[in-house]
């Protein structure tokens, strides 16, 4: 089991910046692979970026090359760095940890890009 707390969300405005940061209670943390992923009400949750336990990425198409996912094992912390924020953009943004196939998620934290 692992705790996960995301933080750094907020209001922002279309074309602004926003990092989020996720803290994991683990002594393994880097042994987990690392996401993001957002959910809009009444929408599924899609995953927005991956990062694994080599530091290899992925990311959504709808956000590559606006976003960058980052991990410090030492610190047991991923951060999701989001640029040029668009309204659609706008979700309740997880922390998501898997080993093997177990998830573990957080609390979620709300982005809204509004003018």
């Known amino acids: 089991q692992v705790q996960l707390v995301e933080s750094g969300g907020g209001l922002v405005q279309p074309g602004g910046s926003l990092r989020l940061s996720c803290a994991a209670a683990s002594s393994i943390f880097s042994l987990y692979v690392m996401a993001w992923y957002r959910q809009v009400p009444g929408e599924q949750r899609d995953l927005v970026a991956v990062i694994s336990t080599d530091g290899s990425t992925n990311y959504a198409d709808s956000v590559k090359g606006r976003f960058t996912i980052s991990r410090d094992n030492a610190k047991n912390t991923v951060h999701l760095q989001m640029n040029s924020l668009k309204p659609e953009d706008t979700a309740v943004y997880f922390c998501?940890?898997?080993?093997?196939?177990?998830?573990?998620w957080g609390q979620g934290t709300q982005v809204t890009v509004s003018s």
């Open positions: 998501n940890a898997r080993w093997f196939s177990t998830h573990f």
